[in-house]
């Protein structure tokens, strides 16, 4: 039996032939893998970066300034909309009424017209008022703006002190913010003296927004410094001829020198 067992075992070997290494054979080597399969591991998602908050743009205060009563006030651009401002009380304070001194402007070398008449040259920025054949004063003033010149011939019917300034109806319209009436003051517009032109809107008065003369910044009146337009109301009243010209023919232009202080 023992003899039998040998051969059988001889017989194995010989078809299997030697085994060497024990990791060689395997009985489930052709079998399929039962292991668990590996779990999938997914990276976390990226926080999302939203983009960076837009600033509100800085709101601009409105900076106001009357203008003559033609005038619109003068308002720094808005950046954001905001409502409209509140409407004023129907009348304002003027503020007070200094005592101004008369200031005598050059005399220059003007012919052309008779003497004691006021002469305004829109494109020189100038105003004339004629002492002889030869003279006249030459102040510098603020004409119309673009849109707003005038030309013609009037008279002045009316001189006033420290006027009030009633903003006409269309002006209002335009800004909700004027009141019905300013007294007469350091902060009205019109400033210390106004020579009315005929039956006209249209002034020459003073201002309280010096840096505007010598430029075009009204709707149609005449701005002069206020020591300007006292000296000039001092000279000419009622009925003194007022001609306003684009630009002074040949004949009216002098020299453009100083003849005294």
Not at 118 to 127: K, M, P
Request: hydrophobic residues 35%; glycine residues 10%.
């Amino acid at each position: 039996m023992s003899k039998m067992l040998v051969v059988a075992g001889l017989a194995v070997m010989a078809v299997l032939g030697p085994v060497t290494d024990a990791s060689a054979f395997h009985p489930f080597d052709d079998m399929p893998d039962y292991r668990m399969p590996k779990r999938r591991v997914e990276s976390a998602p990226k926080p999302r970066v939203d983009a960076k908050p837009v600033r509100p743009a800085r709101q601009q205060q409105a900076n106001w300034f009357f203008g003559d009563d033609e005038d619109e006030p003068e308002q720094a651009p808005q950046r954001s909309t905001r409502s409209a401002p509140a409407k004023n009380p129907p009348v304002l304070d003027g503020g007070g009424r200094p005592d101004i001194a008369a200031i005598a402007p050059p005399v220059v070398a003007f012919a052309g017209q008779a003497p004691g008449t006021i002469v305004i040259d829109t494109s020189g920025r100038a105003l004339y008022y004629t002492l002889s054949a030869t003279t006249a004063y030459k102040y510098p003033i603020s004409v119309g703006r673009d849109g707003f010149t005038w030309t013609g011939t009037e008279k002045v019917t009316r001189v006033q002190s420290w006027p009030d300034w009633r903003p006409p109806a269309e002006m209002k319209e335009r800004q909700a913010n004027l009141p019905d009436l300013m007294t007469g003051g350091v902060r009205n517009p019109l400033g210390a003296k106004a020579l009315y032109l005929g039956n006209s809107l249209y002034r020459i008065h003073g201002t309280n927004d010096v840096k505007s003369i010598g430029q075009a910044a009204s709707s149609g009146c005449f701005r002069m410094m206020n020591g300007h337009v006292l000296h000039l109301a001092g000279i000419a009243g009622v009925g003194t001829t007022v001609k306003v010209m684009n630009r002074l023919p040949t004949n009216f232009a002098g020299n453009g020198q100083s003849r005294r202080g």
